[in-house]
């Protein structure tokens, strides 16, 4: 299982998992999303990889504060196993720590 940043290389199979959680989307929207707000910085999309798959995705925004370090928000986060999200957590936990965040918040529908 591999966990790594998005890129628009993996399109095609963000969009597999996507329809496949019931999301509509279409491949130029995410080319879109991935080459402008998402390559940036503060922004960031996960995926969890397994043979090739994607199993799982988490979506990451890093906000400034006005005290202390930035506000990590995940404002989107799945995956098919417990496996998936434990890699995706494990690797966001590390980013906030490299970064380093101040807090973490995850958004909830």
């Known amino acids: 299982m591999e966990v790594r940043k998005a890129t ?5 199979f963000i969009k597999l998992y996507l329809v496949a959680q019931g999301f509509s989307t279409s491949n130029s929207r995410l080319v879109e999303q ?3 707000p998402f390559a940036q910085p503060e922004q960031q ?3 969890c990889l397994e ?3 994607v199993t799982g995705l988490a979506v990451l925004h890093w906000l400034p504060q006005l005290v ?3 506000l990590l928000v995940i404002s989107f ?4 196993s417990d496996s998936t999200l434990r890699a ?3 690797e966001i936990s590390r980013l906030a720590r490299d970064r380093p ?3 973490i918040h995850q958004l909830r529908s």
Do not use: K
């Open 88 to 90: 995706l957590d494990l």
């Open 45 to 47: 999309v996960l995926i």
């Open 8 to 12: 628009y290389h993996d399109v095609p």
């Open 77 to 80: 986060q799945a995956g098919g």
């Open 34 to 36: 991935l080459t402008g």
């Open 101 to 103: 965040a101040d807090r």
């Open 68 to 70: 202390g370090g930035p």
């Open 51 to 53: 043979q090739e798959s």
